[in-house]
Nanobody
Framework: QVQLVESGGGLVQAGGSLRLSCAASTRTFSIPTMGWFRQAPGKEREFVSAITRSGSSIYYADSVKGRFTISRDNAKNTVYLQMNSLKPEDTAVYYC????????????????WGPGTQVTVSS
């Protein structure tokens, strides 16, 4: 069982930045893929970004490419999502997730989820 806890959410103005962190209860080096998803009110949970065990493969949704950066520090069992140039449409609850698969881009491919952290971007 893997427990994940997100932190770093909050309220920020458009154009601002936030850094989300996801702390895992187990060694992240043992988790093949770590990802971030988000869910806005009334919408489906959507893929944001994912990173493989060594960080050699990284994936982004088109909507965040060039603005968000995912990284992982296996020594600290933590995954990060640096979010720059935030837009009001980035407002959502952001979820950290862990997958036992080598590559995972959709919800059902993830096995463990954090409770989420709210990100609100004001215009």
């Amino acid at each position: 069982q893997v427990q994940l806890v997100e932190s770093g959410g909050g309220l920020v103005q458009a154009g601002g930045s936030l850094r989300l962190s996801c702390a895992a209860s187990t060694r992240t080096f043992s988790i093949p893929t770590m990802g971030w998803f988000r869910q806005a009110p009334g919408k489906e949970r959507e893929f944001v970004s994912a990173i493989t065990r060594s960080g050699s493969s990284i994936y982004y949704a088109d909507s965040v490419k060039g603005r968000f950066t995912i990284s992982r520090d296996n020594a600290k069992n933590t995954v990060y999502l640096q979010m720059n140039s935030l837009k009001p449409e980035d407002t959502a609850v952001y979820y950290c997730a862990a997958s036992l698969r080598v590559e995972a881009h959709i919800k059902r491919e993830y096995d463990y989820w954090g409770p989420g952290t709210q990100v609100t971007v004001s215009s």
